[in-house]
């Protein structure tokens, strides 16, 4: 059963449905039918992510000269949601590599860098990531270690990032590294890595993934895959940097701005997020309708159960008031205009009501919703980390109540 709000038609232009309507075919019909063996096997959904490229999902809201789509946010925020309708997986895949790694690159790069590795992640060539949280540095990443040593031509970058999103299978990153300053005031830098992907063969099968022409960075490589409670299907890992050797010109942006910059970073993918948790939460309750106008107990359909119909009408409350705050957000920041806190604010209510609402979904299931047969168990363990990566949810507290006070935003959190 597909859900109908009236906010659509308050933020959504002809053009934001017509990419809407193309996603949600694109899920039910080649999304769906594999998520569930994927999650089960924590495989990388390649042959998927090949047609997202060639859809041009993965260049939604960059200028065609840079090879994307040339549409907003809203439209990128359209695409995550439908695709996290069905499975999360697929959708962060979106999220994580337009978000922070192409997004950053088209703020922050040269026009050289723009021409090298913008175009390149725009039009599905090859995957990115970003490059933030270490094992000592998550909400407080000025605590971060991994530090950049500049020499006459080129940096030389030691450390480790963790938690990162196609980690593996990525090709270009952004990395943030410690380039001056003292423990009290480090100075943070970022720079574009390139590395292969870990998995040439399937790559070079599905036509997207790999690119020939782009130089691995000396010393820099992808860690362990890591076996994670929801989002199996994406590919988790560790990036060393061991002596990396990366030219000068892979600066990104000027050096002592890689704080600045990846806060304003961080403010963007947290819509991604709180897109992507609106969608879980959709489609928890799409087949939570499904499954209780048919179930019967007692004589009777479930929904006609007034208790149920409570919990129902809450889920769906929250979703209404989801998208006000996501799609505001959007608005706010394709508009040119201050988005900070109402990005926190959407990511904070989203990813909360993801988790109430896959909740209650495998509850109103009963025993079916525990097992792998329904997918509302993976859209509940899926949902977790949405109140954890791009901020936990004591973060983007912490945030609203900075802006709301007019203090300066200190502490923030890097993990995705």
Not at 173 to 183: E, K, L, P, Q
Not at 187 to 195: A, D, N, V
Request: with cysteine; proline share 3%; hydrophobic share 40%.
């Amino acid at each position: 059963m597909e859900l109908v709000s009236s906010v659509d038609d308050r933020y959504l232009t002809d053009e934001h449905r017509t990419i809407r309507d193309l996603v949600q075919e694109f899920a039910r019909e080649r999304v769906a039918p594999v998520a569930r063996d994927l999650d089960i096997r924590a495989e990388f959904p390649w042959e998927n992510v090949a047609e997202m490229a060639r859809m041009g999902l993965f260049g939604i809201p960059f200028p065609e000269e840079c090879a994307g789509v040339g549409l907003d946010t809203l439209a990128l925020l359209v695409v995550i949601e439908e695709l996290a309708k069905v499975d999360a997986s697929h959708a962060i895949a979106v999220g994580a590599h337009t978000s922070l790694c192409a997004a950053p690159i088209y703020l922050f790069g040269t026009e050289e860098q723009r021409h090298t590795y913008l175009t390149r992640l725009a039009a599905g060539k090859v995957l990115g990531g970003f490059g933030l949280t270490e094992p000592q540095a998550g909400s407080d990443a000025g605590a971060s270690r991994t530090r950049a040593v500049e020499k006459r031509d080129h940096w030389v970058l030691n450390g480790s990032k963790i938690f990162i999103t196609h980690g593996g299978v990525g090709e270009i990153f952004v990395i943030t590294a410690v380039t001056g300053g003292t423990d009290g005031n480090k100075e943070i830098s970022s720079f574009i890595l390139t590395k292969e992907t870990c998995d040439l063969d399937r790559a070079r099968a599905v036509g997207v993934g790999h690119d020939d022409a782009l130089t691995p960075i000396p010393g820099f490589r992808s860690g362990k895959k890591e076996d994670k409670l929801g989002w199996r299907a994406s590919d988790t890992r560790e990036l060393i940097l061991e002596d990396a050797i990366v030219p000068k010109e892979n600066l990104l942006g000027k050096r002592g701005e890689g704080f600045k910059n990846f806060l304003r970073t961080l403010d963007s993918g947290r819509i991604g997020m709180a897109a992507l948790a609106l969608g879980i939460a959709e489609g928890a309750l799409e087949r939570t309708l499904e499954y209780t106008g048919l179930r019967r107990q007692f004589g009777q359909r479930i929904c006609d159960f007034q208790a149920v119909r409570f919990d129902l009408a809450d889920i769906a409350l929250g979703i209404e008031v989801g998208k006000h705050l996501t799609y505001h957000a959007a608005t706010l920041k394709d508009g040119g205009k201050p988005f900070t806190r109402e990005a926190s604010m959407a990511k904070l209510y989203c990813s909360e009501l993801a988790m109430r609402a896959s909740i209650k979904a495998v509850q109103l299931h009963g025993g079916y919703g525990y097992t792998t047969e329904y997918p509302v168990e993976r859209m509940m363990r899926d949902a977790k980390i949405c109140e954890i990566g791009e901020g936990t949810s004591e973060i983007q507290r912490l945030v609203i109540a900075r802006q709301i006070l007019g203090e300066p935003e200190e502490i923030i959190e890097g993990e995705r």
